[in-house]
């Protein structure tokens, strides 16, 4: 069986974020890391190179693959701040609906700027994703 590809680095969170280049999205990026940090009490770390995570939890598939991911996060995209919802969207469409301007995939919010969406509805957002993965899975951090 395959490893997972995205695991914690011992990687500075700090250098990750001041080494994007664009003054506006290392300012979003930096809020977004500080709201995540206060939603889940847990300090960021990186997960690969590209990653800021919060909080990490055990899952087994009943195909028997298991492993470790995080609980929410983030990363600074070419195109666009991407953030990890990780049980995906259907249930949030009311939030969904007030959110802003964004694009979506699986368990990937992606946005522009953070001028974009409303930050409020973000943070309700991250809260209740976080807390559905806590009431499915083991929690290790």
């Known amino acids: 069986m395959s490893e997972n590809k995205t ?5 500075r969170v700090q250098d990750y974020l001041s080494a994007i280049d664009q003054p506006q999205r ?8 500080d709201l995540m ?5 847990k300090e960021p770390k990186m997960w690969g190179s590209s990653i800021v995570g919060f909080g990490t939890y055990e899952y087994k598939y009943d195909s028997g693959r298991e492993g470790i991911m995080l609980t929410t996060g983030f990363s600074n995209r070419k195109q666009a701040i991407t953030l990890y919802i990780m049980n995906g ?5 009311e939030l969904m609906n007030k959110l802003g301007k ?10 522009k700027r953070l001028s974009d969406i409303d930050i409020n509805v973000l943070s309700d957002l991250i809260s209740q994703s976080v807390k559905a993965v806590e009431e499915k899975y083991t929690i290790v951090d």
Do not use: A, H, M
Not at 7 to 11: A, G, L, Q, V, Y
Not at 26 to 33: F, G, L, T, V
């Open 37 to 41: 940090s206060s939603i889940t009490g």
């Open 7 to 11: 695991i914690p680095t011992e990687k």
């Open 102 to 111: 964004y694009k979506t995939g699986k368990s990937c919010l992606y946005i």
């Open 89 to 93: 969207f259907k249930r949030y469409d």
């Open 26 to 33: 290392k300012n979003d990026c930096s809020q977004i890391c």
